[in-house]
């Protein structure tokens, strides 16, 4: 299906060039002088490769339909992560490099969303949010205010975050699975 570049999103699959990409970022940027263009980061769905590519904001591109299927983690057998369709409680291989940047917040049976084109698959969608353990904390420097700034932590599953000051090593909270950013205390 033929849509204008200024209209692709993050998670959008494309064909360019004959190969399959899935789209990471996409950024409209107008220069003071021309007309507008779209940058779009991309990854190369079977060689997992990324570049940039730009389009005149007019340029048409090959958008592919993707059918989105429901499954839940199981383990990760070597480059693969292994998923089980709810309602078979068939098997199902996806690559572990299909996750990016969200690899370290997927967790044992967390439910899962796969983007298939003609079954392959394309891209993985995490829940929006996950709990996780604070395992290093910095100090509240004295007289910082819980308004004025956040402070560096480290997660549960090794990822830098940045913590109200009142937040304290052992302490769980939840976090954005899209960045690793702080959203709320856990509760309970």
């Known amino acids: 299906m033929k849509q204008q570049a200024n209209l692709i999103r993050a998670g959008q699959v494309i064909e360019h060039e004959g190969n399959r990409w899935t789209v990471l970022k996409q950024q409209i940027i107008t220069p003071g002088k021309g007309g507008a263009f779209i940058q779009v980061e991309m990854r190369n769905l079977k060689t997992g490769?990324?570049?940039?590519?730009?389009?005149?904001?007019?340029?048409?591109?090959?958008?592919?339909?993707?059918?989105?299927?429901d499954y839940t983690y199981s383990y990760t057998d070597g480059e693969n992560l292994v998923l089980m369709d709810g309602?078979?409680?068939?098997?199902?291989?996806?690559?572990?490099?299909?996750?990016?940047?969200?690899?370290?917040?997927?967790?044992?049976?967390?439910?899962?969303?796969?983007?298939?084109?003609?079954?392959?698959?394309?891209?993985?969608?995490?829940?929006?949010?996950?709990?996780?353990?604070?395992?290093?904390?910095?100090?509240?420097?004295?007289?910082?205010?819980?308004?004025?700034?956040?402070?560096?932590?480290?997660?549960?599953?090794?990822?830098?975050?940045?913590?109200?000051?009142?937040?304290?090593?052992?302490?769980r909270v939840v976090v954005r699975t899209e960045d690793g950013s702080y959203v709320e205390r856990a509760k309970g």
């Open 49 to 69: 490769n990324k570049t940039n590519e730009r389009w005149r904001t007019a340029d048409t591109v090959e958008r592919l339909t993707t059918e989105d299927k």
């Open 87 to 171: 309602e078979t409680f068939e098997q199902f291989m996806v690559p572990t490099a299909i996750l990016g940047d969200q690899a370290p917040f997927l967790q044992d049976n967390m439910p899962v969303s796969i983007g298939l084109v003609e079954g392959d698959p394309v891209s993985i969608t995490l829940p929006p949010h996950v709990t996780l353990e604070i395992i290093e904390a910095d100090p509240v420097v004295k007289g910082q205010t819980a308004s004025s700034s956040y402070k560096p932590a480290k997660l549960s599953n090794g990822v830098k975050t940045l913590v109200p000051p009142f937040i304290e090593a052992g302490e």
